[in-house]
Nanobody, 115 residues
Framework: QVQLVESGGGLVQPGGSLRLSCAVSGISFSHYPIGWYRQAPGKQRELVAS???????DLADAVKGRFTISRDNARNAVDLQMNSLKPEDTAVYYC?????????WGQGTQVTVSA
């Protein structure tokens, strides 16, 4: 059974940092790309960052220079390091992978950036 479990969310002040982690089980983790998405209230879910099986990363323009994505095949996990957080980064953050044309999502973790 494929499972993705996010952790690391919370409340942080503007300019602060958080590190999210996505723990993956039930698949050969190193064989699949992983994406981090976010959904703010009243907005559509959007792709924030992705990483291929080779470690090639891609970041949305809104987070370039502030966020980094990395994967640890030994831990079966993908991390999202978020620095210089802004109030507009407030959202529920989800990780996702696609297996044979089916999307698998975690339950999400709330990130709130507020003074």
């Amino acid at each position: 059974q494929v499972q993705l479990v996010e952790s690391g969310g919370g409340l942080v002040q503007p300019g602060g940092s958080l590190r999210l982690s996505c723990a993956v089980s039930g698949i050969s983790f190193s064989h699949y790309p992983i994406g981090w998405y976010r959904q703010a209230p009243g907005k559509q879910r959007e792709l924030v960052a992705s990483i291929t099986i080779y470690g090639v990363t891609d970041l949305a323009d809104a987070v370039k220079g502030r966020f980094t994505i990395s994967r640890d095949n030994a831990r079966n996990a993908v991390d999202l390091q978020m620095n210089s957080l802004k109030p507009e980064d407030t959202a529920v953050y989800y990780c996702m992978t696609n297996i044979r044309f089916a999307d698998y999502w975690g339950q999400g973790t709330q990130v709130t950036v507020s003074a």
